[in-house]
Structure formats: C-alpha cells, structure tokens
C-alpha cells in the first residue's frame, strides 16, 4: 500500500502521543505512517490500549482485535518521579524523554515536571541508580496534542543541533584542506 499523509496524520491525531516505542517504531508518527501503509497492525500501542484499537478500527473500517501482548499489556496512566535523595545527575535520563519533561544538570539533582510526562518510561532503564519510579499522576491531566507538539519541538531541536555540528565539520575540513594546501 502507498503512503497516505492524510490517513497517517489522522492515525496519529488518534494515538496516545507517549511516543513510548512499545509498539516497534520510534513514536506515535512512525508508527501511525506504518499502519496507512499496511506495515503495522493496529494493536500494536499498549497506552493506546482497548480504545485506542476501538477507535483506530472505527477510523479504518477494520475489526477491532485484542492488544497483541507482544508489545505490552495496557495499565494505568503513571508519570515518571525522581526520589531526588538518590538522584547522582548524570544526565542519562534526559536524552531519551522525547518531550524534554525532565530537568536537571550535570551533577545536579534532577526532577520530571510532571505535566509534561508522557509515561513511556523510556527514562528508566537510563537511570544508574534507579532513582526514577512511575507513580499515578498527581493531577491527571495529561494532554496528547500538548505531548504532540512538546515531541516535535524536541525533534526540531535536535535537528538543528545537528545541522549546526555537521556545518561546523565542513568548515573544519574546509580549512584543513585549506592549510594542507598552503603548505603544498
């Protein structure tokens, strides 16, 4: 099947936003892509969960069909929370939570703003000293289209990171080309 930017988009619009990678692919736009084109099922997204699948079925005009349990069982909603006491800093949980929720600083205590947390508990495993536990979120506000918009800045971010790195490589080989001819 071809790809289909208008159904993709709509796939995703109904996806959870955790972009926990539970399901396979990299986050909720990936994944949504994989399912307009035929590549991925629909029961692929545990936070999704029964609805999620329900809705999906509904939009696609397919059956709907159990969460596959390869990818993870549905549960509650949680955020990830820092015990700051055992917190060390070491920074290995900020690079992969995919809305920049947690806030800290080289050998500085960390913490995760609670309502920016998507839950997909990708921190965890980061973390050296298991420091970082899901509890049930204080106020359970979460919002995907807010999760959505946090995940592309992040992405737009390290884009740019890269491309100013890989500019700064072509200018350093621009002059080392430059010297290795001078002295030519």
Do not use: W
Request: positive net charge.
């Amino acid at each position: 099947m071809t790809f289909n930017a208008s159904l993709a988009e709509k796939i995703e619009l109904l996806l959870p936003q955790t972009q926990c990678r539970q399901c396979g692919y990299p986050g909720c736009k990936p994944y949504a892509e994989a399912i307009s084109r035929d590549e991925a099922d629909i029961n692929q997204c545990p936070p999704g969960g029964e609805q999620g699948i329900k809705q999906l079925s509904q939009l696609l005009n397919i059956p709907a069909k159990p969460l596959n349990s390869q990818f993870g069982v549905e549960k509650p909603f949680q955020v990830a929370v820092i015990i700051e006491a055992d917190c060390i800093g070491c920074t290995r949980c900020l690079p992969p939570c995919p809305v920049d929720a947690i806030i800290g600083a080289s050998k500085q205590m960390h913490t995760v703003v609670a309502q920016q947390c998507t839950g997909c508990e990708l921190c965890l495993v980061y973390c050296p000293v298991d420091c970082i536990v899901m509890q049930a979120p204080v106020e359970p506000k979460f919002d995907a289209m807010q999760a959505r918009k946090q995940h592309q800045v992040k992405n737009q971010r390290l884009a740019k990171l890269e491309a100013e790195k890989a500019e700064r490589l072509n200018r350093q080989k621009m002059l080392l080309a430059k010297l290795k001819q001078a002295k030519s």
